[in-house]
């Protein structure tokens, strides 16, 4: 069965900390992971990683796949309250276009 | 602007009634997506289609149905809904390419009395 586990499962933090957030995967036929993040409302796209070792960056946000150990991190750097979210992190296979997701980790930045 | 949009998006409704969420997009993707969001359980997977005529059954498919009639629209019903059901749908759209993102609606929030 197709596995993503996510962790910590919450974390709190304050503003200017630097956090990593995990995701490990068991899957077959693996073909790319994604990040999201999660507001009040709908997922919204932050990253894909298809390649291990590349590293994705977007302002403060980095992720970073290891196709060999089968996890990727998420890091946020300089947080900041606006970066409280859920965030998930899934998985496509080569075998279709569903996404398998994990169950989030929730980021609570305090000022 | 293209988008994807759901509706309604809060429903009450009671056990035993049918009920029927709609989503539609208007970016022309093959793909089209629902899941349920619960505490504990994240986002998982209701049915899937990947074109007009074309449904699939995910991970937790039971009381559950999906039609597709046109690229636009996959509306997602409950023949007889359940307390059970209670949750946040998620309606996602995704381009046929399967390494592509997918584009969330904002969610309904259906409550089964």
């Known amino acids: 069965e197709d596995k993503v586990v996510q962790s910590p499962l919450s974390l709190v933090v304050h503003e200017g900390d630097t956090v990593t957030l995990n995701c490990s995967y068991e899957v077959t036929n693996f073909r790319s992971l994604l990040w999201y993040k999660q507001e009040k409302k709908a997922p919204t796209f932050l990253f894909m990683l298809t390649s291990s070792g590349i590293e994705k960056k977007s302002g403060r946000l980095s992720s970073i796949l290891d196709k060999k150990e089968l996890f990727s991190i998420l890091n946020i750097t300089a947080t900041q309250t606006g970066d409280s979210a859920i965030y998930l992190c899934?998985?496509?296979?080569?075998?279709?276009?569903?996404?398998?997701f994990g169950g989030g980790t929730r980021l609570m930045v305090k000022p | 602007d293209a988008e994807i949009t759901q509706s309604p998006r809060h429903k009450i409704t009671e056990t035993g009634r049918q009920v029927t969420l709609a989503c539609h997009q208007t970016w022309n993707h093959n793909n089209m997506f629902w899941y349920r969001q619960d505490l504990g359980h994240g986002l998982r997977l209701i049915h899937y289609s990947y074109g007009v005529q074309d449904t699939n059954k995910g991970e937790v498919s039971d009381g559950y149905s999906v039609s597709r009639s046109n690229t636009e629209d996959l509306p997602l019903t409950l023949e007889s809904a359940a307390s059970s059901q209670t949750s946040v749908y998620f309606c996602?759209?995704?381009?046929?390419?399967?390494?592509?993102?997918?584009?969330f609606g904002p969610g309904t929030r259906l409550t089964v009395l």
């Open positions: 899934a998985v496509t296979l080569d075998a279709g276009n569903m996404l398998t």
């Open positions: 996602a759209s995704s381009d046929r390419l399967s390494y592509n993102e997918q584009f």
